[in-house]
């Protein structure tokens, strides 16, 4: 069983190779820790200090309302909030979930995804792969990779050096790949509210529950389009699952699910 050492070795090869990938300024992961720190070590000794993400996924959605999309959906949840609310003043919880909510946003954006909403402690995302559904699968999984290494190194390493107070984080992450309907609540085609619905949005949260915690799980619509190097990191997971009983969406068989080593 490899190290943690070398996993993190690994996976900071996949995340180069994936990001590469990308038009991204950005496309290194030590430029990625570095901006991260920076970002953390402002908010806790200045409060919150993150603006506004300008993102892109409202005005996607307005161009593809009543329609069906394809693409791979990311899932990332904080393990543990429940707990971290106890233990911490409202002042610092508000500065680590937001904060936390933030990098993981940027991160998705970084990897040329799109943010769809944030649910709590969780943010959910979707990548198009620029109509490439092998690239939108390398995107979301290079994506997660990512959050994990920006959750580890960046986040983790500041919150422990700058306020003992502070508990390291730690993440859930779940992704699969399907068409989803783009629906719009109202008539109002400007300000109306517009979301996501479909089998691999609810699959993707699904999938994030069966993660132990720092870990990546994909579904095999996702695992099918990985590349062949990044599809080396993962094992079938699906027969260790107490009580999983979906099934594929074209046949009766279960839906296999594949976790990081």
């Known amino acids: 069983m490899p190290s943690s050492q070398e996993k993190g070795n690994s996976s900071n090869s996949i995340i180069d190779m994936l990001l590469s990938k990308t038009d991204s300024k950005t496309v290194d992961s030590e430029t990625l820790i570095r901006n991260v720190q920076n970002r953390i070590r402002d908010s806790i000794k200045e409060g919150y200090k993150y603006s506004r993400i300008v993102d892109a996924s409202e005005g996607f959605l307005r161009k593809h309302v009543f329609e069906q999309v394809e693409m791979a959906v990311i899932y990332v949840d904080l393990v543990g909030s429940t707990k971290l609310s106890l233990r911490l003043p409202p002042e610092k919880l508000s ?57 580890r190194n960046g986040i983790n390493k500041i919150l422990s050096k700058e306020d003992a107070e502070l508990p390291e984080l730690e993440i859930k992450i779940g992704i699969d790949f399907g068409a989803n309907t783009v629906v719009q609540y109202g008539s109002d085609e400007k300000n109306s509210l517009v979301d996501l619905i479909g089998p691999s949005m609810n699959m993707a949260a699904k999938i994030q529950g069966l993660a132990q915690p720092n870990q990546i799980v994909v579904g095999k619509d996702v695992f099918d389009r990985l590349h062949p190097n990044v599809q080396e990191v993962f094992a079938d997971i699906t027969k260790n699952v107490k009580d999983w009983t979906y099934t594929s969406r074209n046949s009766d068989a279960v839906y296999r699910v594949f976790a990081d080593k």
């Open 95 to 151: 500065v680590v979930i937001s904060s936390f909510v933030q990098e993981m946003s940027y991160v998705i954006s970084q990897c040329e995804g799109f943010v769809l909403k944030f649910s709590g402690d969780a943010v959910i995302g979707y990548f198009i792969g620029k109509g490439s559904s092998l690239q939108a699968a390398d995107d979301a999984v290079g994506c997660a990779e990512s959050m994990l290494m920006v959750v």
